[in-house]
């Protein structure tokens, strides 16, 4: 876990979704990529305040698994 805020963020792997990642990391957000394919980071990224999830937006049991890793028992079911 990490004590900075966490930006949880979809379609961050090009344009703009990656430039908002990037952004945020420069902000001082640790940013969590839910993305389709996982080897698909976008240059610029630090790992040391980035992880990434498998996602596919149309897969409820994905979105929950994500919410569920980032946030553990407490997201709402």
């Known amino acids: 876990m990490t004590d900075?805020?966490?930006m949880m963020l979809t379609g961050g792997s090009r344009g703009i979704g990656a430039d908002i990642a990037r952004a945020a990391?420069?902000?001082g957000w640790h940013v969590s990529l839910?993305?389709?394919?996982t080897?698909?980071?976008p240059e610029g990224l630090d790992p040391e305040t980035l992880d990434t999830f498998a996602y596919d937006?149309?897969?409820r049991d994905a979105e929950e698994a994500w919410a569920g890793n980032r946030h553990g028992a407490s997201w709402p079911r």
Request: proline share 6%; aromatic share 0%.
């Open 34 to 37: 839910g993305l389709r394919d």
């Open 4 to 6: 900075r805020p966490v």
């Open 57 to 59: 937006a149309t897969d």
């Open 39 to 41: 080897a698909a980071v």
């Open 25 to 27: 990391q420069a902000l």
